[in-house]
């Protein structure tokens, strides 16, 4: 009874979320609460037994999203020339009648939903069949690095070429981001530097556990990714990185180090396994691994990029 | 080893795209050159493989669905592998000297566009509805960075524009995959299929699924993001993204009706969806006759053109039509794809010499633009669909599957879309014909272009005219896995 | 590749030696002339050699096939057939004069490359068009004939051009759609059929079956050739087209466009449909009267023109309409009246034309009262016209003469009489707009005050075209009786339409 | 040696080829050779056998042949043509344009031979088209107003007419292809259309012969012309619609008594018309005019006693020639003699003039005897009075003519070959009618007998004569009433020309039919449209139709 | 009622929500928070889905919206980055053709 009070309560927060995050009249509010939806949804991946999700959910829906989202929310403060003023709004009858017909799509999406019986033979089911010799213990990251990993790296290359898109609109440094560059100076609050120092090494420590563990318990290459990101963007918001317009070379490798590694193994498994993006037998576990770490980078680095909203970073030597 | 050769025609393009992007293009051009023909290569082999051996298969990782994801390569994904291999390689050639003349460095443009090559081999080949999807996804991503390449206004507006419908697009898409998973259990295309039936489930996932691609794929009532997109694009690019990247959305929506929904579809849903191509094809016809600049006709062209692939769905469920009809759509989609990119190449050579491409301007530039107009007139004449152009071609077998079957006002259809297109077209090919004004003084002289450019358009366009010659193999080839009501 | 096979494939080298003088001609620059008027002519010349060298093969009895798979059931089909040849050699011949013409008359205007390609390919989709041997391809080289025709003719690229070629295409198309959706339907419905002299059986056996959509199928073809046959009400596009240069207005006019139309109503009537379903469709006799009503109506519309080429453009609205008439009525000696004056027309009215671009380019003359008196002046380009315009009257022993000489008789010999009235009146009223002209040309008195024109600039070679053409519209006429003459060769195609029971 | 058969040829294109000579610039070598070149008309005639010719590859196999009718007209055309020829190289003499009027003489001789001698039917018309537009550009050689004038009604009515011969020659062929010219009056007798195209013929060659009211050509048309081609005009020219009615009309076929008597009635009416409108006319050539008409009206009643009796229509054919070549002769020394110069010219003109009014001893009493001798037994009596009354209106207008030359100044140089010509003709006037009639019908002139014949003869002369000379003396002719040349064409014409102009201010004010509207409202509709659908609102909204619209039928189609 | 079905009825109606909000609101960043709820409730229906049987979690739709996740994060940061240059070009913050 309990579990679905519990339940009810959140259904009934993420509606109302949802429904602030859209029609508030507030935008700061909106981007705010878009943050706390984004936990409350991590709540409610582990309340659906998906702790991976749950993780992900809060360091990149919630975290890295919302670091976005407010600092576009700044940029939007700061205006230029003439005033736009706010947007014109929807007349009230069209609303209404939108309303009409997304009543009519989530009535019917709902009655589906419902109706849906669940199959006997699932992809699912298949997996934690094959799970024993996918060379992890997770299945999600047996699916993600083994059954399905071309939807992996398919959508690593998604989060580079998110990167490349960025490139291709940025603004120059001093308005793209979270703004100036603010050089960590004198004036700054005197815990930031000791706070940082502590953090930023256990940071690392985090994201190198949850890549570690992902192969056996919730976590993985996307969650340390995340992780690492969100170190990425303490540092640049607290001045320790420099965003330069374009990437140096170690980050272009970076960039794309993950791909490439996956694909040349991958590629490989085509001669010494059966197919490409097969493992050879008995190094499932080494390769994924290698393959995750590679990732990990791959994935927070674009990240953090597309939060500094520049090319490259560098460290900043006080 | 054919098997190989799908993966590689997904990864030979991402990769090349990433060494480019790690060693710079001004070094890397011979390697973008060497991925490019590479590609070509491979996607010849599929072809070719098809064609003698039957529909190609390759399980990644070796697991079978529906575990794992499966690349599958029939008649129709070589053919539309091969095309895209054409034109990407036409575009290819012709990016280079176009983006250094422009004054770029194409350090933007290479590796998306390679990307983006490499996502369309993968729509094409990949039967798995949750790989598409993450396929759907990378090609927004690569188009919308394109499109707003401009950086200006209209260009940055469109961008948005497109990004938003297609995102909402890609989740309605992602919802339906959803519930077809929730139903059947599995991913694969066919196997979805074979499972699904006629049930409400698949009924709202087919819906959802084909509103989002049709939002993707710029069809009527969802088209207007793409003229200001399209046309704003550098020409390469618009090349690319009118001639594959709008046409792999609705290959999807054929090859996901004609093998995963085939039970949804009734003669009613037929008119609905072919209605929405047949007003498409007027709509996009008539919109193309005002405007004032050479993309943008051939932008709201694509609309038009994209609308006669839908005519195929309510033509397939009638025996007498269906053949005819799916050779013709097929057919279509090839022709469309080189004579668009042939002619989006060559309003790139306009802007390239005059610095516009404002339809007045054609006037009097014959003796600068002898080669490029005449692969614009080819191309406009593949889209009217005259003879003797591979247009023509598609344009025959619709009309002759609409009349088999009686079906006049499909025939209708076909013949007053050709007839707009033959109204905007010549308004175009007229002013490249008409003297030049009284008064006219030439400010500057236009630049010489260099050979790649000038020749590039015209062999993309005369691709669409080797259809007369290879009507029956390539017929053949798509024969290869044709579904049972088409073969 | 062994000689015999060489020579089975006549036909498509003849096909191919206009389509790539056309290629070679758009690959050449624009100032290179020389190498231009070569290619022109060369490849003119070896076109007529083959079309001769089939000719002769035609005549002992060899017959030419050449077929390509297009699609499956559909062939791209070329068929040397009597009926062929004698719109193909006329092609090939008009071609070669007019190439010399079209030379010497564009010898200082820009965009020749332009123009001499098309003018080849043109040439090219009409030799096509004449060599077709089944509805698909017929339709291929119908339509590439139109798309080959445009740019000839907004050449000039003024207004008036420009509007003329929105007008032709508006007019050229729409048939075009109409043929396709006959076409089209007759090939969903019969499959891929050639023609066959006398009318495809299938076809007779489907108009039985279904005969209202033989009808209405039967109609659009003929509504889909009859706009470039420019029957009435179709035929707006032709006095407008007469903006073009005068040796593209001698191609529409005379060995291309009107010609493919009027072609096209002879191969759809004789060897698709075949007389007698035309005729218990009743598809011929509305023909019938529409040509009838269009050999009037040009008259009369040409008699109030002042343009010269406008009024020859009326004319030739008039005229075309007497091969239509002759096919329709149906009957061996009407049949064989529309053929012959599918030459005859050819010949004289590309003449006419030859001449008002050689009385526009030498003297810059273009209404009919700046004619006055120049006769005397240009006697040799006047008498050509003359010989042209009497043959249009219809007076003998110029060819016009003998067309109408069977037009009548078929007419007569379809119990048609009313048409004889149709006929006697139109030759009142071709004399009435050509009389008046050839009396201002020769009798009225120059001018004062008119321009001297330094003789060297009218080319020679405008002259001798004109001359060439006119000598061998009287000829056909004077000897039409003679086997070779267009009116023999015309009476073999009829025999294997109506063979001999 | 050329083959018999082939002189045919010579005799037609002879003239023609004689054209070359001009080259030569040598006025006596040009008179000489041109004065010459008809004579190898006569050669046919001299050459024995049924001479045929067929050239199978020319026009629609081409034939040729001499026969009664041909044959005797050969013998006019051959000394008209000579005496023609020599006077107009006689009279134009230096002028540039000598060239251009030989030519289109030559090039009507060449074809009037061709109308003869042509045995089928193809040819026949052939050469018929030819001469009638051959003769155009004699009738407007002056290149004047008037000869425009009088050119435009010649062309128009020749033109006409040639209309309905066509529709009339496609309806013999109909039934025989290409027929021989002989088999011809059969197969109008036998023809489904008989009365329609026996109508055609009727009429088409009566505008060449000038039938009233079909003559209004002629008047016109002498008077404009040079001399030269005045003579051929109504010497020859007109004959050549008698060569048409007696060739391809049923002519002693069958009986078209009906027909037979209003051509007849036409013919009486024509000479009568004639006579009486010369009368009044000033000009010496106009008068000739005139006079041709109602001379040919006489010809045409010929043709009516043919119609009427099968029985008579051999010597009426015969009586026609006899008094065609009479005609043609003393038209053309009459003509001729108009362009001589000088005061003693009326004297030339005395001779031929008492012929046509059929003076005793003159061809012309010839050929009235040889009408009487046709008419009389259909009509009796009537017919000599009634050729009597019109005689003495010839008389009348010989009269006129003389006087109108006795005082009028000549037309032409006076050169001693123009006289040669003229006396030429006299002289062929006084033989060539005799000899024929002495040859063909030896009766005839035995005729010539009795007092009564004689009085009968010369009673128009003396009436006519006496009734001029009184007039003359007494009135000078001022108070004739004044007709135009061509009595109603002229009225005609003003009158078209006003209706013309009266039909075309209706048409101005006829409400003219709206446009249709124009592509800018497509395109603002479009645009319109365009512009409500490019908000992302609307898109969605659409797009969740198009999603609710497809799960419905889907919905459906599970069913 | 389950509780896969329940989340999936609130997956439901979330998506509701999110599309109603990115038809009515002309915002740019209110629409792109709209698209991102849109996705957060895809993935809550496939998370709920994978939830029904009782017997076995479901790793595909898990591993689906893992991926899920990245794209949109990805997609959010290309379009704020778009939003920002389109502002800063035009200083609009909707779309020109919504303005009245």
């Not at chain 1, 984004?38 to 993780?55: E, F, I, K, S, Y």
């Not at chain 2, 507006?157 to 309605?172: E, I, K, N, Q, V």
């Not at chain 2, 668009?340 to 491409?357: R, S, T, V, W």
């Not at chain 4, 003109?349 to 001798?373: R, S």
Request: hydrophobic fraction near 55%; aromatic fraction near 8%; include cysteine.
């Amino acid at each position: 009874m309990t579990e679905w009070a519990f339940d009810a309560l959140l259904a009934g927060g993420l509606l109302g979320l949802a429904w602030q995050i859209v029609a508030s009249r507030v935008l700061f509010r909106s981007v705010v609460l878009f943050i706390v939806f984004g936990l409350l949804m991590a709540v409610t991946w582990a309340r659906l037994h998906a702790p991976d999700l749950a993780l992900a959910e809060a360091a990149i829906g919630a975290g890295i999203t919302g670091a976005l989202l407010l600092s576009a929310y700044r940029a939007f403060l700061s205006r230029r020339g003439t005033d736009p003023g706010p947007p014109p709004v929807f007349p009230r009858w069209a609303a209404v009648g939108v309303a009409a017909l997304v009543g009519a799509l989530v009535g019917g999406i709902g009655w589906v939903v419902v109706g849906l019986e669940p199959p006997e033979q699932t992809a699912g089911r298949e997996a934690l069949a094959h799970l024993a010799i996918s060379g992890v213990e997770n299945p999600v990251t047996a699916v993600l690095l083994n059954f399905r990993s071309i939807d992996t790296l398919s959508e690593v290359v998604v989060l580079f070429v998110a990167f490349l898109a960025a490139r291709v609109v940025a603004q120059d440094l001093a308005h793209a981001g979270p703004g100036d560059w603010l050089r960590a100076s004198r004036n700054e609050p005197v815990l930031v530097q000791p706070l940082i120092a502590f953090i930023a090494p256990m940071t690392v420590l985090a994201a190198g556990y949850l890549l570690w563990s992902g192969e056996h318990q919730p976590g993985g290459a996307f969650q340390a990714g995340a992780v690492l990101a969100a170190l990425g963007v303490l540092l640049r918001l607290t001045g320790r990185l420099r965003p330069t317009s374009e990437p140096s070379l170690a980050e272009r490798l970076s960039l794309v180090g993950g791909v490439v590694l996956f694909s040349a193994i991958g590629l490989a498994g085509a001669g010494v396994a059966s197919a490409v993006l097969a493992y050879p037998e008995g190094w499932e576990y080494e390769l994924i691994l290698l393959v995750e770490t590679a990732l990990t980078i791959a994935i927070a680095l674009p990240l953090v990029l597309l939060f500094s909203g520049s090319g490259g970073l560098r460290r900043e030597v006080r | 080893m054919s098997g190989v050769a799908l993966p590689l025609s997904f990864f030979v393009p991402l990769l090349t795209a990433l060494v480019v992007f790690v060693i710079g293009v001004r070094r890397a051009y011979g390697v973008i050159l060497l991925g490019a023909l590479t590609t070509l290569a491979v996607a010849l082999y599929v072809a070719y493989a098809v064609a003698v051996g039957g529909p190609q298969v390759h399980y990644l990782g070796g697991w079978e669905p529906p575990l794992g994801v499966e690349l599958y390569a029939d008649g129709l994904s070589a053919l539309m592998l091969a095309m895209t291999a054409l034109v990407g390689a036409g575009v290819t050639l012709y990016a280079g000297p176009y983006l250094r003349g422009k004054g770029h460095d194409g350090e933007r443009f290479w590796p998306l566009w390679l990307v983006q090559w490499a996502t369309l081999n993968g729509t094409f080949l990949s039967a798995d509805l949750f790989n598409l999807y993450v396929m759907l996804e990378l090609l927004t991503l690569t188009a919308a960075p394109l499109a707003a390449m401009a950086g200006d206004r209209p260009s940055l507006a469109a961008a948005m524009r497109y990004l938003l419908l297609a995102l909402l697009g890609s989740m309605a898409y992602l919802l339906g995959v959803a519930l077809l998973y929730g139903g059947t259990g599995t991913l694969h295309l066919r196997e979805a299929g074979e499972l699904a039936g006629a049930e409400p489930y698949t009924a709202v996932a087919a819906a959802l699924m084909t509103a989002g691609l049709f939002a993707k794929a710029a069809v009527f009532p969802l088209h207007i993001w793409l003229m200001p997109a399209h046309s704003n694009a550098p020409a390469p690019a618009s090349a690319a993204l009118s001639a594959l990247v709008a046409k792999a959305g609705l290959y999807l929506v054929l090859r996901l009706w004609l093998w995963t929904f085939p039970a949804l579809l009734s003669a009613p849903m037929g008119w609905l969806i072919g209605g929405l191509g047949a007003v498409a094809v007027v709509y996009g016809s008539v919109q193309a006759l005002r405007q004032p600049r050479l993309k943008q006709v051939i932008a709201y062209s694509t609309i038009a053109q994209l609308g006669y692939l839908l005519l195929l769905l309510p033509l397939v469920a009638l025996p007498a039509a269906a053949v005819s009809a799916w050779h013709g759509v097929v057919l279509h989609a090839l022709a469309h794809g080189f004579a668009k990119a042939g002619a989006f190449l060559a309003a790139g050579n306009m802007i390239y010499c005059l610095g516009h491409d404002r339809l007045e301007g054609l006037r009097g530039v014959t003796p600068y633009l002898s080669v490029t107009l005449l692969a614009l007139g080819l191309a406009f004449v593949s889209l009217m669909g005259l003879p003797p152009s591979g247009g023509f071609l598609a344009k025959w077998l619709l009309l002759e599957g609409a009349l088999a079957a009686g079906q006049w006002f499909w025939g209708g259809v076909v013949l007053l879309g050709g007839l707009i297109a033959a109204a905007y077209s010549f308004r175009v090919l007229a002013l490249a014909h008409a003297e030049v004004p009284h008064g006219y003084a030439e400010i500057r002289s236009p630049r010489r272009l260099p050979p790649a450019m000038e020749w590039a358009p015209l062999a993309l366009v005369l691709l669409a005219y080797g259809m007369l010659l290879g009507g029956v193999p390539i017929l053949e080839l798509l024969d290869q896995g044709a579904p049972e009501g088409v073969r | 590749m062994s000689l015999d096979a060489v020579h089975e494939l006549l036909p498509l080298w003849a096909l191919l030696a206009s389509v790539i003088t056309a290629v070679v001609i758009f690959a050449l620059r624009d100032h290179r002339q020389r190498q231009r008027t070569f290619w022109n002519l060369f490849g003119a010349s070896v076109k007529l050699v083959l079309v001769l060298l089939m000719l002769h093969g035609v005549m002992l009895g060899h017959s030419y096939e050449v077929v390509y798979p297009v699609l499956p059931g559909v062939t791209l089909l070329l068929t040397v057939d009597a009926l062929a040849l004698l719109f193909a050699f006329l092609s090939a011949v008009l071609w070669l004069v007019t190439t010399v013409y079209a030379v010497a008359y564009l010898e200082h205007s820009g965009q020749r490359a332009r123009f001499f390609g098309f003018f080849s390919l043109c040439v090219a989709a009409t030799f096509g068009i004449a060599l077709a041997g089944n509805l698909f391809t017929f339709f291929l080289f119908y339509e590439l004939l139109t798309l080959a025709t445009w740019p000839l003719v907004v050449h000039r690229g003024h207004p008036a051009a420009l509007a003329a070629g929105r007008t032709y295409l508006a007019y050229t198309l729409g048939g075009g759609v109409a043929l396709l959706t006959g076409v089209v339907a007759v090939q969903a419905a019969l499959g891929d059929v050639a023609f066959s002299a006398g009318g495809i059986p299938a076809f007779s056996d489907w108009a039985e079956a279904e005969p209202f959509q033989a009808t209405a199928v039967l109609a659009l073809m003929l509504a889909g050739v009859g706009v470039k046959a420019a029957l009435v009400p179709l035929h707006r596009w032709l006095p407008v087209a007469m903006v073009a240069p005068a040796p593209v207005s001698a191609l529409l006019h005379a060995v291309a466009v009107v010609k493919a139309g009027a072609f096209g109503v002879v191969r759809i009537l004789q060897d698709v449909a075949g007389p007698e379903v035309a005729q218990t469709l009743g598809v011929a006799p509305v023909l019938v009267a529409l040509a009838a009503v269009t050999i009037l109506y040009g008259s009369v519309r040409a008699l109030a023109q002042t343009d010269l080429k406008r009024r020859l453009a009326f004319s030739t609205v008039s005229q075309v309409s007497y091969i239509t008439l002759g096919v329709a009525l149906g009957g061996p000696l009407a049949l064989l009246g529309g053929l012959v004056h599918l030459v005859h027309q050819g010949l004289m009215k590309i003449t006419l034309f030859f001449c008002a671009g050689y009385y526009a380019e030498t003297r810059g003359i273009h209404r009919i009262d700046e004619l006055d008196g120049i006769g005397p002046r240009m006697p040799w380009i006047s008498a050509a016209f003359t010989v042209g315009a009497l043959g249009m009257i219809g007076l003998p022993p110029v060819a016009g003469f003998i067309s109408k000489w069977y037009l009548g008789l078929g007419a007569l010999e379809q119990g048609q009489t009313w048409l004889l009235g149709v006929l006697v009146l139109s030759t009142l009223l071709n004399a009435a707009y050509f009389l008046p002209v050839l009396r201002r040309i020769w009798m009225l008195p120059e001018p004062a005050g008119r321009p001297e024109v330094p003789p060297e600039r009218a080319s020679r070679w405008l002259l001798y075209p004109a001359l060439f053409t006119a000598a061998a519209a009287l000829l056909a006429g004077l000897l039409a009786a003679w086997d070779v003459s267009p009116l023999g060769w015309a009476q073999r195609i009829v025999e294997q339409e109506y063979p001999a029971p | 040696m050329i083959p018999a058969e082939w002189w045919l040829g010579v005799a037609i294109l002879g003239p023609m080829l004689a054209l070359p000579v001009l080259a030569t610039r040598r006025p006596l070598l040009i008179g000489a050779v041109m004065a010459a070149a008809p004579a190898v008309q006569l050669v046919p005639l001299t050459l024995s056998g049924d001479l045929q010719l067929s050239v199978p590859w020319l026009l629609l196999e081409a034939r040729f042949a001499v026969d009664a009718l041909g044959g005797g007209l050969l013998l006019l055309s051959a000394p008209v043509s000579a005496a023609v020829l020599l006077m107009a190289v006689a009279q134009t003499q230096g002028n540039i344009r000598q060239a251009g009027l030989l030519a289109a003489l030559t090039a009507t001789i060449c074809a009037f031979a061709g109308v003869l001698l042509a045995a089928d039917l193809a040819t026949f018309y052939f050469a018929y088209a030819v001469m009638t537009l051959g003769a155009y550009p004699l009738v407007v050689y002056r290149r004047d107003p008037e000869a425009f004038r009088a050119g435009r009604v010649y062309l128009g009515m020749a033109v006409l007419a040639e209309a309905a011969i066509l529709a009339a020659v496609l309806l013999i062929a109909a039934s025989g292809g290409n027929p021989d010219l002989a088999a011809v009056p059969g197969l109008v007798a036998e023809h489904p259309k008989a009365g329609l195209l026996v109508g055609l013929l009727l009429a088409g060659f009566a505008v060449k012969a000038g039938v009233v009211p079909l003559h209004a050509w002629l008047p016109l048309a002498h008077p404009a012309a040079p001399i030269p081609a005045s003579a051929l005009l109504s010497a020859l020219l007109v004959k050549a619609a008698l060569i048409g009615w007696w060739r391809l009309l049923p002519v002693g076929e069958v009986a078209l008594p009906t027909l037979g008597l209003a051509v007849i009635a036409a013919g009486v009416v024509t000479n009568l018309y004639a006579n009486l409108i010369g009368i009044t006319q000033h000009r010496a050539k106009t008068v000739l005019a005139y006079s041709t008409v109602s001379q040919m009206g006489l010809l045409t009643t010929l043709l009516g006693l043919g119609l009427i009796a099968p029985g008579v229509a051999g010597a009426a054919l015969l009586a026609t020639v006899l008094f065609a070549i009479h005609h043609g002769l003393a038209k053309g020394a009459l003509f001729l003699g108009c362009g001589l110069q000088g005061r003693g010219r009326g004297w030339y003109l005395l001779l031929p003039a008492l012929a046509l009014v059929g003076a005793p001893l003159t061809a012309g009493a010839l050929g009235k005897l040889a009408i009487k001798e046709v008419a009389e037994p259909l009509f009796g009596p009537l017919a000599a009075w009634l050729l009597t009354a019109l005689s003495v209106l010839t008389a009348l207008l010989m009269v006129r003519l003389l006087a109108l030359v006795a005082r009028g100044e000549g037309l032409g140089g006076d050169a001693p070959a123009s006289r040669g010509a003229v006396v030429g003709l006299i002289v062929a006037g006084l033989v060539v009618p005799w000899a024929v009639a002495a040859l063909f019908w030896p009766e005839l002139p035995g005729a010539m007998e009795g007092v009564g014949y004689w009085l009968d003869s010369s009673l128009p002369l003396i009436v006519g004569g006496a009734l001029g000379a009184w007039l003359l003396v007494h009135r000078h002719g001022r108070d004739l009433p004044t007709i135009p040349e061509g009595d109603w064409i002229k009225p005609a014409l003003l009158g078209g020309l006003r209706l013309r102009y009266a039909l075309l201010r209706i048409w101005q004010r006829l409400p003219h039919p709206p446009r249709p509207p124009s592509l800018s409202v497509i395109t603002r509709l479009s645009a319109a449209i365009e512009s409500r659908l490019v908000a992302v609102a609307m898109s969605g909204v659409l797009f969740l139709v198009l999603v609710l619209g497809i799960s419905l039928l889907g919905l459906l189609a599970g069913r | 009622m389950t509780q896969a079905a329940f989340f999936s009825l609130v997956a439901g109606a979330l998506s509701g929500i999110a599309i109603y909000g990115l038809i009515t609101q002309r915002h740019l960043l209110r629409r792109i928070l709209a698209v991102n709820v849109l996705g957060n409730s895809v993935f809550l229906l496939l998370v709920a889905l994978a939830r029904r049987d009782p017997d076995y979690v479901d790793p595909v739709p898990h591993a689906m919206v893992l991926t899920g996740i990245v794209i949109a994060v990805s997609a959010t940061a290309f379009a704020l980055v778009l939003a920002r240059r389109y502002y800063s070009e035009t200083g609009l913050t909707h779309l020109p053709e919504d303005e009245e």
